[in-house]
């Protein structure tokens, strides 16, 4: 057998290894081939079911875990003041989360959940997935002069057929609200009902730009 045959065949192989052992260490030669090769075996099936566990596919549970639909971070602008809230969630599942506007430093965050009846839900989704928002920009500015307070609105609409879509959004109410793109008026509209319903914000100061929504 040549050199190349030999060190590519198991059994020679570990003969060769064994004749650099002395005669006297044979038989725990023979006993420690045994043991590596078992443990080899064992190493070995532990990483393919490593690897299996890794690549599984997802669970049931995993699966219908409900996906985010559309969140709003708010900028509460008043009295020279910018305040930061998670203004408004939605789920795949019709479950929202509202959190606190906090006004003051002392003020703690309070959280509300809601759930959308099927019918709000699908209206929701069909807002979400207007034509309308293919050309809409990237930021829309107040579209009229606010001297006491608006809010600026960044909304992530997340779709399954697309990538996410992120949009900023001065909201102040009134009539000059009623210039922007129909499809993301309406849309504002709906943020500010779920949230009212949700957290119960008095919504009256938009009202003028909702009127007709």
Known sequence: MGILDQLTDGDA????LETQHSS???SHGKAGKNMNRKFGVRVLVFFVLALCFACRPTTAQESHLPKLLLRVMNRHFTVGKRIPSDYLKVFSDGSVEC???KFGEHDEDDVKKGQLSPDDLAKLTSALN???FQDLSD????????????MEWDITIERSWLHSQNITLAFSGGNGDSKLPDALRKLGCQ???LRRRVYGDDGAYYNPACSGS
């Open 24 to 26: 006297g260490a044979k």
């Open 191 to 193: 943020i500010l009902d």
């Open 130 to 132: 207007d034509s309308g």
């Open 99 to 101: 959190h606190a506007i």
């Open 139 to 150: 930021e829309y500015k107040l579209q009229r002069v606010v001297v006491d307070s608006w």
């Open 13 to 16: 192989l570990w003969n060769i």
